[in-house]
């Protein structure tokens, strides 16, 4: 994720008493490194597992807990807390939110600075977002369950909890998210939301044609283009499915992966979600022929210096495929092609996006952009062209996305 993902944001960090305060410090290490300034609030129960010096030390900024300091009061302002750390504040988000301070929350307690201020916050205007972190009994509980729920319904933003092995030895869902979820849940929080409930599905990365069981065909497209829009357009609030072919690359928070080798392979997955999809976007480099007649076994040198003879055989065209589809033809199901290009940007991106028959071609130099986390895109439809000028692979998705929610609601 690039470092400065929250600059310009003001963030209140509350923390509630539990055993993942210690996950907190590194929270808020992270959000500080991503640009965004940190005012940090503590319950007393937080203060029992760690230390205010700690968090001071981390946020750069004196730590408040009780609500009867006089602090504020010493630079000659009204002495209340409560109110101006809310008003300063993008958002106000609680890691960890433990059990009994959610139930406080809920009732709209005001018995400690903290919770006071989540009451006392602009409702309209400052956020509250909550990550929780409890026992997976206590998370179960209908208690809980019917609080999330009506913290939700009262407008809080609550993220999911993390599964695994909990401090107190058990098993389960419960367990506070870990920082740098919790930074990309926030970060895309902040992101507008233009694919709000769209379903969008999207491949990325090369395709691997097979010659035998230890060697095949492939290309230098590394994925990051592909899994910058999977993850722009699940910012962007869409429920995204991402069919990659082999790729190094960490799946992005709240996109659900199809791992798939072959082209073959990848035209199967796709066809079996681009009946429910909203987008479909095009990003893999698919290999355009396969080996004809994979050998099952691995092809030996026999000793005479002869080179096995390879022949080749087209694969589908999978973008063309979904295109000429009844719902993409429909308009019902919106297609977006890719095209690598060596040379003639223009020129070839306007005939590509003809030829495949989709409303929008984005084009990008090939080789000035395998493996690389910038690029810069030239976008081509029946109205004209638009660059997106050089700038990180994320930063273009996200405009991307934006564009393609713009076009299909025009
Ligand atoms: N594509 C696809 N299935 C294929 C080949 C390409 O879905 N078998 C998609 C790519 O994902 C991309 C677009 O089609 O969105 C353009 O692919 P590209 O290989 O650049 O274009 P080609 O049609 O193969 O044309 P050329 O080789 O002449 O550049």
Redesign the pocket.
Known sequence: MSTLELAGKHLVLGLSGGIACYKAAELCRALVKAGASVQVVMTEGATHFITPTTMQALSNRPVYVDPWEDRAAADGSNNMPHINLSREADAILIAPASADFMARLLHGRADDLLALLCLARPLARVPLIIAPAMNREMWQHPATQRNVAQLRADGAHVLDVGQGEQACGEVGDGRMLEPEDILADVVAFFQPQSMRGQRVLI?AGPTYEAIDPVRGITNRSSGKMGFAIAQAAAEAGAEVTLVSGPVALKTPRHVQRVDVRS?REMLAAVQSHADQADYFV?????A?WRVDGESERKIKKDGSGDTPALRFVE?????ATIAQSERAESGALYCV?????SHDLLK?AQE?RQ??GVPLLVGNIGPDTFGHDHNRLLLVDAQGSMELPEASKLTLARELVAEMARRRAA
């Not at 092609?337 to 290009?341: T, V």
């Open positions: 491949t082209a095009a990003c893999a480099a698919v355009d694969n589908p065209d999978i973008l092609g890719f095209a690598a290009e070839h590509k030829r495949k």
